[in-house]
């Protein structure tokens, strides 16, 4: 069975600091990757992912992420952190391609100060 | 419209209402999926549809109840829900599962329900 977990449910940064988020998966063979955002009363939007290849993927808005295969782990990164990236990260795994399955990690709330 | 879009964005009903949620894509996709937002937990993906074929259901209670008419629309059926059933009800589609490969999921903004 695939599963993720996102470890910090509330992340606080000044606007212009970096910011990572951090995911971990549990899957057995290697798996397709995906982050998205969900803005208030939004749907999810993709940010990036990862199916294969180079494992740092660069996304939209300057986001980037790094599958790590010994850590289990595709966390996100930005540099520099805009006070529009307030919203909710959620990372997600997709193992078993039979029909599509995605699981979601809990989410990550980010609240950015100015 | 281009993108994912669904109807309506808030709804509330009571308990003994029959209501229906629409999905419509405009992208092309073969595989349509409803997924089930509450507070504090993980999305769960309650049903997916393949060229307009059910292929999952995730134990989801029978008051909610699919339909798939073609491969770009996409309806959930409700009837008889309980307040715990209130959440964010996300429609998505992608092109597909062949092959074995993994196609990207794109959401629509969702339906808001309440139930009372």
């Known amino acids: 069975a695939q599963s993720v977990t996102q470890p910090d449910i509330h992340i606080t940064v000044s606007e212009g600091a970096s910011l990572e988020l951090r995911c971990n998966y549990s899957?057995?063979?290697?798996?397709?990757l995906f982050w998205y955002v969900q803005s208030p009363g939004q749907g999810l939007q993709l940010l990036l992912k990862?199916?294969?290849?180079?494992?740092l993927v660069q996304g939209i808005k300057g986001f980037e992420a790094e599958f790590k295969r010994s850590q289990s782990s595709f966390n996100l990164r930005k540099p520099s952190v805009h006070w529009s990236d307030a919203a909710e990260y959620f990372c997600a795994v997709a193992g078993d391609t039979s029909y599509g399955k995605l699981t979601f990690g809990q989410g990550t709330i980010l609240t950015v100060h100015p | 419209e281009t993108g994912v879009t669904q109807t309506p964005r808030h709804l509330v009903m009571g308990m003994t209402n029959k209501k229906s949620l629409k999905c419509e894509q405009h992208?092309?996709?073969?595989?349509m999926y409803w997924y089930k937002q509450s507070a504090k937990k993980p999305l769960e993906l309650m049903f997916v549809y393949s060229l307009e074929e059910r292929v999952e259901n995730n134990s989801v209670p029978s008051r909610f109840s699919p339909e798939c008419p073609n491969s770009s629309h996409l309806f959930l059926h409700l009837h008889t829900l309980q307040p715990e059933d209130s959440a964010l009800y996300l429609c998505a589609s992608s092109q597909g599962f062949s092959g074995g490969v993994q196609e990207t999921q794109y959401f629509g903004p969702g339906t808001r329900l309440l139930v009372l």
């Open positions: 992208l092309g996709h073969n595989a």
């Open positions: 990862y199916f294969s290849g180079d494992t």
């Open positions: 899957y057995g063979a290697t798996p397709y």
